[in-house]
């Protein structure tokens, strides 16, 4: 862009990390509405604050009440949202910070995208992963009955199409694990990988 020119900042995100104790990543939580991605994003958030790791929240109703209340539910909107939700989440790993996004994030393109943004050990897809009918049944929003009932188009696992991970970091099956063995099954990956201590 012209007469915009990137400044570097003066401690680095490498400082950042060093000081915090840890890696900083996105932990990018996709699944279908009710899979149980905001639960377990805002669990593990919880579990990463007790064990002194610096992270924050990004959760998908949350973004479109601020930052992208301008955009709706059009393929074109929704790959627009993820864009400004990947710049976003980079930000907070240059920060250091683990960021812990929960978004359907229904496209395989879009994930792919803010994968590109960061670099290799800084993206990590987890997908929360249960069946239609459980999410339906547990339709904590009355979401699902509305889209049934015609009230809401273009929802998705209903009439817009949700592209399943082909190789995430992580599978989550949240109708299989209680919420504490999903939690686990986290945290033992990023100590594994020697992300977190």
Same mark, same amino acid.
């Given at each position: ?22 890696? +900083? ?12 991605? +905001? ?66 994030? %229904? ?52 009439? +817009? %199409? ?5 190789? %995430? ?29």
């Amino acid at each position: 862009m012209a007469n915009i020119v990137w400044h570097h900042t003066a401690v680095t995100k490498e400082d950042r990390r060093a000081k915090n104790g840890h890696h +900083s990543a996105v932990l990018w939580f996709t699944g279908l509405s009710g899979s149980g991605k +905001s639960t377990l994003a805002n669990a593990v958030s919880k579990k990463l604050f007790e064990l002194g790791v610096q992270n924050y929240v990004l959760d998908g109703d949350n973004i479109r009440h601020g930052l992208n209340k301008d955009l709706g539910f059009s393929a074109e909107d929704r790959t627009e949202n993820i864009r400004r939700i990947g710049e976003v989440a980079k930000l907070f790993v240059d920060s250091g910070q683990f960021v812990l996004t929960a978004f359907i994030s %229904p496209f395989a393109r879009d994930r792919q995208l803010v994968r590109q943004l960061l670099e290799q050990d800084e993206f990590i897809e987890i997908y929360v992963k249960c069946p239609l009918e459980e999410c339906e049944k547990r339709d904590p929003k009355g979401l699902y009955k509305k889209a049934r009932n015609g009230e809401i188009r273009e929802f998705t696992g209903i009439d +817009s %199409p949700y592209e399943e991970p082909t190789s %995430p970091e992580l599978t989550i099956e949240t109708h299989r694990y209680s919420l504490e063995e999903c939690i686990d099954q986290v945290i033992t990956y990023l100590r594994e990988r020697q992300l977190i201590k």
